[in-house]
């Protein structure tokens, strides 16, 4: 048996009927980060998984992105039952990320410290117990009967799914939930957690991946709450909050009410910023920034019709043609161009020309060749007209280093990303970066031709870009805009599940790829024929109305 641990290959004896915890106990007992589930032929499990003969083995911490959603996952189950205890009527849903923590609120209740608090030690109690988590698996059959004497809706929802012969429910001690995914073993492995008080509801803090032995600082996302909260509250309204809710309406008949629903959302967002760029005075400049496959370009060109019928004509410049020369790009840790930094855009130039159309003269406009590597002059020249505004998209648009002399009051910055606010049940939230990941996948294959592997393999290392560059300035822009179509996942199933089906065990990706697969398969599908031609879904799909 083959073990992989921190880069390091070690070959094992084969051990029948024994689990990887205590197969590997040395190895576990001695890591300096929190081991918590394993790979087994790059599948994700247990650490009370058998493996089987010939099985390469793969020990997963916290500081792997799997092994962090496990620990959240755990902690989540854990503040369940100390809520199902000690406030057993409490309604509690579990909302959206924000800064390594995650957002959650009670609705049928105020919240207050004395109930935080509580909660708190019991949550302490439990970890210090190290209760077993155990999963329990049932045929539909057997559920049916368990969900008829329990009068209960937790983790009902796979009772509805086509794709699922089985029904499974984590048990500790005597509660139970539904947890879309591996847990831990006991409930001892979270300990580094704290619950706070936060805005209208609460939030379950735990370290971040870089620094997985203990709390950050916390950094508040006033604006970021502000948007996810607002889209929520209209889904409220709406009654669509969750997977199962989504369903029924397609089921219902009700598809295009709810697609139209969603487009006029976003259609009324834009309409919205447009109309706060007209009122502030002096605005010369437009800046939009916001992670991959978050829908920037279309999100750029709807805003160019609003602007327009605002009375105020767009003019695009694209960063992309003030890189620095090839031989001045800086290099990352493994000597490979770095791209992405600020470093490799001509800053000087850059300013300088956008100086200079801001006070109403001519340049000469570079194109950048990607494949020789220099800056050409082709004869392109731009004038700014009275009317007219310069729209700026790109990784640095937040940074105000990017425009350093252009004023602030002549600046507009935006940040737009996919911020869904569907969850599967109220228990289990849906990822912000899976929807991107997932719009990224049919994207790359659709316009790129790169197959679901390579997608998944770079998407940490993009992950790392905006990690660096673009969130620490969300929080400065003027608006966001949240892309997230309600019912996006049931469109871009029929896109993303073929390929990542492609994914068979012998590669790296396959956990992510199954992940993902059994969370798509969650959804009813709705045709690519409803999308309408103009959403910023048909950048991923195809068929718009823009050119890109």
Known sequence: MELIHKGEKKIYPSS???????????????STVKIIACKCNNEIR???????????????????????????????????????????????????????????????????????????EEMKNIIANDYVIKKIVMTKEEAEKFYEREKTLRGRLQLD???????????????????YGVMPI??????????????????LRYPSRKNPTHLEEYKDNKKLLKTLQEYEDIHRILGIETIYKLNKEILSGNTNNVIMLAEALHEKKISDIADAIRK??????????????????????????????NGIKPV????????????????????????????????????????????????LMPTFNFKTGHKEYNGEKMKLEKNEILVIEGIHCLNDKLTARIPKESKYKIYI?????????????????????????????????????????????????EEQYIYPYQEQADSMFNTSLIYEFSVLKKYALPLLEEIDNTKEEYSEARRIIEFLKYFETIDIENVPKNSILREFIGDSIFKY
């Not at 437009?286 to 019709?305: C, D, E, H, N, Q």
């Not at 000087?348 to 159309?357: I, P, R, V």
């Open 16 to 30: 029948e009927n024994k689990k990887i915890i205590d197969i590997f106990a040395d190895e576990i007992k001695k």
């Open 46 to 120: 247990s650490l009370n998984y058998e493996p089987k003969e010939g099985e390469k083995v793969e020990l997963i911490d916290i500081s792997n992105a799997d092994g962090m959603r496990i620990y959240v996952r755990g902690l989540l189950l854990i503040m369940s039952k100390a809520f199902n205890k000690l406030y057993p009527e409490a309604l509690l849903t579990i909302n959206y990320q924000l800064s390594n923590s995650t957002f959650c609120e009670v609705e049928n209740m105020p919240i207050t410290k004395e109930m935080i608090d509580k909660v708190n």
């Open 316 to 363: 695009t410049i694209s960063v992309d043609n003030y890189f620095v020369e090839r031989k001045d790009t800086p290099l990352d840790e493994k000597g490979n161009y770095n791209f992405e930094c600020l470093e490799a855009i001509d800053l000087d130039l850059f300013n300088h020309d956008l100086t200079e159309l801001l006070n109403g003269n001519e340049i």
């Open 280 to 309: 502030k005075d002096g605005i010369k400049v437009v800046l939009i920034a916001g992670p991959s496959s978050s829908g920037k370009t279309t999100f750029a060109k709807r805003l160019g019709i609003q602007l327009k019928l």
């Open 417 to 465: 990303s996919n911020l869904t606010v569907l969850n599967i049940d109220y228990f289990n939230r849906i990822s912000t970066t899976d929807s991107r990941l997932v719009r990224r996948i049919v994207r790359d294959y659709n316009f790129r031709s790169y197959n679901a592997i390579h997608t998944l393999r770079i998407w940490n290392s993009v992950n790392r870009g």
């Open 186 to 203: 006991s409930t001892g492995y979270t300990d580094i957690f704290e619950l706070k008080l936060y805005n209208n509801g609460f939030l």
């Open 161 to 179: 799914n086509k794709n699922k012969d089985t029904v499974s429910l984590y048990f500790c001690e005597d509660y139970y939930n539904y947890f």
